[in-house]
Nanobody, 127 residues
Framework: QVHLVESGGGSVQAGGSLRLSCVVS????????MAWFRQVPGKEREAVAS???????PYADSVKGRFIISRDSAENTLYLQMNSLKPEDSAMYYC?????????????????????WGQGTQVTVSS
């Protein structure tokens, strides 16, 4: 059973940075496609960034050039480096993993392929 635990959230002023971590247990993280999602109360969960087993890293348009997804195989951890944060980035951030192989690229930024989810870590950006 794959278990995901996020950390690194917090409160920061606009323009600041945070790095989220997602520790993976029960599987080798680099064998899975993984992603970061975020959700604001009352709104649908949206994909932020993803990385598949080949290293493809699609990003949502809203975070391109500001966020970087990466993973450390030795630490079995997924990261999300968030720079130039904006108030609209405030949300609960979730880590997700998929046991599917060769996910079609246009599905990587949808929730469809992901069958493992963490509990989330809150990010609040003040203006």
């Amino acid at each position: 059973q794959v278990h995901l635990v996020e950390s690194g959230g917090g409160s920061v002023q606009a323009g600041g940075s945070l790095r989220l971590s997602c520790v993976v247990s029960g599987a080798a993280s680099n064998a899975y496609s993984m992603a970061w999602f975020r959700q604001v109360p009352g709104k649908e969960r949206e994909a932020v960034a993803s990385v598949d087993e080949t290293g493809i890293t699609p990003y949502a348009d809203s975070v391109k050039g500001r966020f970087i997804i990466s993973r450390d195989s030795a630490e079995n951890t997924l990261y999300l480096q968030m720079n130039s944060l904006k108030p609209e980035d405030s949300a609960m951030y979730y880590c997700a993993a998929s046991s599917q192989r060769r996910i079609l690229p246009w599905l990587l930024l949808t929730s469809t392929p992901y069958n493992y989810w963490g509990q989330g870590t809150q990010v609040t950006v003040s203006s």
